[in-house]
Each structure stands twice: as structure tokens, then as C-alpha cells.
């Protein structure tokens, strides 16, 4: 059975930075589409970053995050990561990896100002 498992998250002050990891197992192959999407209480998941291969240019961010949020991955380990720079406080919220038609269980990450 595929399972995502999401890594990484953590509280920072602003301006600060994360690198949150995604790990697929149970028979799965790289590179894969994915994607990553955070959520705050009372909303729905919003769509923050997503990639339909390996190419590096196919990836796809949300105007909030280009330039702060780059995606990449190692194939080898099955493994994709978000790295965040230039963290704001409207970055908080609970971060889900999704592929396979999957979600992994989220990881926290918190932003004080």
C-alpha cells in the first residue's frame, strides 16, 4: 500500500527557513506527480506548490510563495522536499504532501512574527 509520510516541520520566527521532506513507499517509482498544500483552521487545503514530473520546469507555485518555496527532489530516496525561505507568519498552517491520489498525515509549521 503507498504511504506518504511528510517531515520537517517545526515553529521558526519570521524570515527563517524549513526544508519539510515527503517520503513515498510501498512500490512506488520516481520520479512522480505530486504536489503540497497547506491548511489553517476553518479552511479548506490550498494548493501551494504541485509538479506533474522530474523536469524542473514544470513545477508550479502559488504567487504567495514563488521565490520563497522551491521544490525538489531525490529520486533515489523516493523522496521529495519544499524548501522555505523568507518564512512570513501567513505560512502557519498544517503542510500535506498528496501523490498517488494519497495524503500523508501533514506536518505543523508555525511562523511568529
Known amino acids: 500500500q503507498i504511504q506518504l509520510v511528510e517531515s520537517g516541520g517545526g515553529m521558526v520566527q519570521a524570515g527563517g527557513s524549513l526544508r519539510l521532506s515527503c517520503v513515498a513507499s510501498?512500490?512506488?517509482?520516481?520520479?512522480?506527480?505530486m504536489a503540497w498544500y497547506r491548511q489553517t483552521p476553518g479552511t479548506q487545503r490550498q494548493l501551494i506548490v504541485s509538479?506533474?514530473?522530474?523536469?524542473?520546469?514544470?513545477?508550479s507555485y502559488v504567487a504567495s510563495v514563488k521565490g520563497r518555496f522551491t521544490l525538489s527532489r531525490d529520486n533515489a530516496k523516493n523522496t521529495v522536499y519544499l524548501q522555505m525561505n523568507n518564512l512570513k507568519p501567513e505560512d502557519t498552517g498544517v503542510y500535506y504532501c498528496?501523490?498517488?491520489?494519497?495524503w500523508g498525515p501533514g506536518t505543523q509549521v508555525t511562523v511568529s512574527s
Open positions: 498528496r501523490a498517488f491520489g494519497r
Open positions: 510501498g512500490g512506488v517509482t520516481s520520479p512522480y506527480a
Open positions: 509538479t506533474a514530473d522530474i523536469d524542473e520546469y514544470n513545477i
